[in-house]
């Protein structure tokens, strides 16, 4: 699969961000912007950056911190640290172990295990709810079991994962079972009616054609892999080696609780599969909307 972006290096992130205040401006100005108008004053900028690390209103002297509500929120590392730890997760195609972080850093095991989470986190608001499809599109969708996860510290189970893909982007989550009662409801809200479905023979999609789905079929049991009509499903087949490979190889056993946030981080890598320096960009610059004002300042980030 070719890449027509370079991602970009760690000689290019220290030219870039050489000292904690050029983060702490990129953050804001990604955020806010200099032409931000003042919550308190209600005047447009100009913004100056304080010795709290913060941008103050010359103005007013109203206060606003580009952490607050952004994974950077109630963190002691500098942001500096955080570019960098977002630098090294765009660097890999199946993920970074806890462990590494913690070598890479120096941080203990708790402290790399809580930067890395949040890091997940982040991509996984990132990927969002997509809705698939549209009239004479085709769609893949199928589901897969994952072993070796963890439920409470009580030895491994399985997870079952459903996935749907329009072969740019996929979007997977935790399904508690893969029958007809679980799935439908998913394909109704995630896929728009007309769509051509491609599946495998599995009998909880036997129904498709009849709730305003085209549906063709790959019967898998008897090595069909590709149908007469030429659909298949091998968009979704290879992005689940992906995915198999990134929890089995780099983390061994994931937790039940955190296997969301696993499965987002690969699902956000597949998505800037083509474009890796946008991958790090859309990470430090795109962040959920601003809390609201109260008092006198943002509340502390």
Not at 137 to 142: A, F, K, Q, R, S
Not at 198 to 213: C, K, Q, T, V
Request: charged share 25%; hydrophobic share 30%.
């Amino acid at each position: 699969m070719p890449i027509t972006q370079k991602s970009l290096s760690i000689f290019d992130f220290e030219g870039l961000f050489p000292n904690e205040d050029s983060c702490v401006s990129h953050l804001f100005n990604s955020r806010f912007g200099q032409n931000y108008a003042c919550p308190k004053c209600d005047k447009e900028g100009p913004w100056y950056l304080n010795k709290y690390k913060r941008f103050a209103c010359s103005r007013c002297g109203c206060q606003i911190s580009g952490r607050s509500g952004t994974v950077f929120s109630y963190s002691n590392h500098p942001l500096r640290t955080w570019f960098r730890a977002m630098l090294v997760f765009t660097h890999t195609r199946t993920g970074i172990s806890n462990a590494f972080i913690a070598r890479h850093f120096g941080f203990s095991h708790e402290t790399s295990w809580r930067l890395a989470n949040k890091i997940r986190s982040h991509m996984a608001w990132h990927c969002g709810t997509p809705i698939f499809g549209g009239a004479g599109e085709h769609v893949e969708i199928d589901e897969t079991l994952i072993r070796g996860i963890r439920r409470g510290g009580k030895g491994s189970c399985r997870a079952i994962i459903f996935g749907i893909s329009d072969r740019k982007r996929v979007s997977t989550m935790i399904v508690p079972k893969r029958n007809r009662a679980t799935l439908e409801p998913i394909i109704r809200a995630r896929i728009r009616p007309g769509t051509i479905i491609n599946s495998d023979g599995w009998r909880a999609y036997d129904h498709l054609s009849e709730i305003g789905f085209e549906h063709i079929k790959c019967n898998h049991k008897i090595g069909q892999w590709v149908s007469e009509e030429g659909a298949h499903t091998r968009h979704l087949d290879t992005y689940w080696t992906t995915l198999k490979r990134s929890i089995r190889g780099i983390h061994l056993h994931v937790s039940m609780d955190h296997l969301e946030k696993y499965i987002k981080e690969c699902e956000f890598r597949h998505t800037f599969r083509k474009k890796p320096a946008d991958m790090f960009w859309d990470l430090i610059s795109k962040h959920p909307p601003p809390l609201p004002f109260s008092g006198k300042r943002y509340r502390k980030g």
